[in-house]
């Protein structure tokens, strides 16, 4: 039970920390020289200093699980750890990586005669007491070599984790996933807006969120979270009204235009987003301009 | 601890059976004899053969809880009810009513000396077992005479109801409720549209989903119900593409308009409903036939 683990994040710390105390040695790597510190003295964790040396510390088929940010970073690990690695060895990259690059990088591995899979890892910064929810994509026996991890890493040995299908298909999943988590968290920001314009209802947002919770149609762990914000701070003054999106949510909606399957809601949850950047604000400004060429109409000066 | 319940539909007989097995006594009529018969000799429930012996049934000052259809099954009842009620008598709204008619029939009956409480009530089918979620609407007085019931109905005696605010606060709350399920249901359905199509990736839409229920982001009540659906039968050969909408989604969307505060996903949601229903064939045969008007292009023969 020996896996290396490059990336020490918010995910790939506590994913080191989960299967380090549930019994599993974890030889831990990131670039951070802070992040490598936070780990160190912690029981069945020994932190490496480069991946050289995280790759001589495992006995060999060597397992190593990368949690590290999808695109660069990602790519420049797997460039310096594949001539470390030999044949027989299991590449898990556990980010948020766009499925066709996964399996491309599936098919390089397998040339090489080593194993890949695609992970898709669902559970923030919870994950570390409730565990993690994980997707995966690969081979029978690739993913059959990192079984006994995810048995660690999931809310439960025997839940919380699946082989999905063949490579590509645990990122695949974990991109829909995120999706899907684009449209609820639209919908209940945008009901909680709506009763927060009701001032004259006087609704307690938190004590309401809260209330939800219990036997609702709408109770999820979305709305958990939902409840705790509004019961801090309902006004939320000190927030800017802007939304950052990372690639799923991009990624769906390609899909959906790809397979020519519609996706209204999701899709309609990622344009509010690009809006919230500031990126309908052209557009904004070319209708206002619009309307006093047609009609007159006073624009807002800038 | 008397109340009469007005309306034995699936909601309302459960609802009846929960007070009547936590101690309540309950005195139940329901204008169709069937569902009257289906409550017949259980603990604590009496049937009432007609509102009259309902309301002569139960001591002053009463409570009595309608769980009626929105518009006229509800509007029918009260016109019946209110001649046998008397000052200091409480009526609950439990149906799924707007909230703009609860807040008239709150000040007509404050006019005439009694109470009115504007119930939401989620929960579905799996209320009897685990408890219902309450939004209660209505001067302080008037909720406090229907709380000791209200703690009965919920899911414990203190969570999962809410005094919301004044008449018109429960049923609005419970509208927005309903809308935030049409964005998160649609959100879901699309996430699984999109994987169900990717037939390479061989996913297992039961497994998956039985997956995501634990340690996921996604996890709540509405994907538990989605799990049970993929696992008994993904392909749903049997079921027509049609979904119907009740009266919140419009009514959400209505709101949204009237506020101004935009509401895209919970108003797609709806729409995507609508076209569901057939609403979308005239502008699709537009489409087509300006098609080949300008491309010449070949349509569809119905």
Redesign the interface.
């Known amino acids: 039970m020996d896996i290396g683990v490059v990336g020490l994040g918010r995910m790939g710390a506590n994913m080191a920390r989960r299967m380090a105390r549930a019994g599993a040695r974890v030889v831990a790597f990131d670039l951070d020289a802070a992040a490598r510190g936070a780990l160190a003295g912690e029981r069945n964790l020994q932190i490496a200093e480069g991946l050289a040396a995280l790759a001589a510390s495992l006995p060999g088929e060597r397992v190593i699980l990368t949690m590290l940010p999808a695109g660069p970073a990602t790519a420049g690990a797997l460039a310096e750890l594949l001539p470390l690695l030999s044949t027989g060895d299991t590449l898990v990259d556990g980010g948020n990586a766009y499925y066709r690059d996964s399996m491309a990088r599936a098919l390089e591995m397998s040339q090489r005669g080593m194993r890949y899979v695609d992970a898709g890892v669902?559970?923030?910064v919870h994950?570390l007491a409730?565990?993690?929810?994980?997707?995966l994509?690969g081979t029978p026996k690739s993913v059959e070599r990192f079984e006994p991890f995810a048995r660690l890493l999931?809310?439960?040995p025997d839940?919380?984790?699946?082989h999905?299908?063949?490579s590509?298909?645990g990122h695949?999943?974990k991109m829909?996933?995120?999706?899907?988590?684009?449209?609820?968290m639209?919908?209940?920001a945008?009901?909680?807006?709506?009763?927060a314009?009701?001032k004259?209802?006087?609704?307690d947002l938190g004590?309401?969120a809260?209330?939800?919770?219990?036997?609702?149609?709408?109770?999820?762990?979305?709305?958990d979270l939902s409840a705790e914000v509004l019961k801090e701070d309902e006004d939320m003054a000190g927030v800017a009204p802007v939304v950052a999106d990372s690639g799923e949510g991009r990624w769906?909606a390609l899909?959906?235009v790809a397979?020519g399957?519609?996706?209204?809601?999701?899709t309609?949850?990622l344009m509010?987003r690009f809006s919230s950047q500031g990126k309908s604000d052209y557009s904004r400004k070319l209708l206002a301009m619009m309307r006093t060429k047609f009609g007159g109409h006073a624009i807002t000066k800038a």
């Open positions: 669902s559970g923030g994950g409730g565990g993690y929810c994980l997707m994509g999931a809310p439960a839940r919380g984790w699946l999905c299908g063949p590509g298909a695949f999943a829909i996933h995120n999706g899907i988590e684009y449209g609820m639209q919908a209940y945008e009901g909680f807006a709506l009763l314009a009701r004259d209802l006087e609704f004590r309401l809260e209330t939800w919770r219990h036997g609702s149609v709408v109770r999820s762990w979305l709305l769906t899909e959906a397979l399957v519609p996706a209204p809601v999701i309609m949850a509010a």
